[in-house]
């Protein structure tokens, strides 16, 4: 049961569903069933326990960025 993201033909609404097999997702917004599959990204998981990387450039100016917070 992967998750799946498209983009609807119709209405070019981008949304992401849970799909079982044999089943054919439709649109949220449009119930049309004319969709394209995204490409999904996976990313591996973070060396070191999972924290975030140390930001090189944690100052004032970066307050706003989560990476500062781990730094």
């Known amino acids: ?5 498209y983009i609807c033909n119709k209405c070019s ?8 097999s044999g ?3 439709e649109c949220p917004k449009c ?15 973070a060396k070191g326990g999972g924290d975030m990387p140390r ?9 706003g960025c989560p990476a500062a917070a781990f730094s």
């Open 1 to 5: 049961m992967p998750i799946y993201g």
């Open 13 to 20: 609404h981008q949304f992401e569903t849970l799909v079982f």
């Open 23 to 25: 089943d054919t997702p």
């Open 31 to 45: 119930q049309a069933t004319e969709l394209t599959q995204q490409l999904s990204l996976t990313a591996p998981p």
């Open 55 to 63: 930001c090189d450039h944690a100052s004032d100016r970066c307050a």
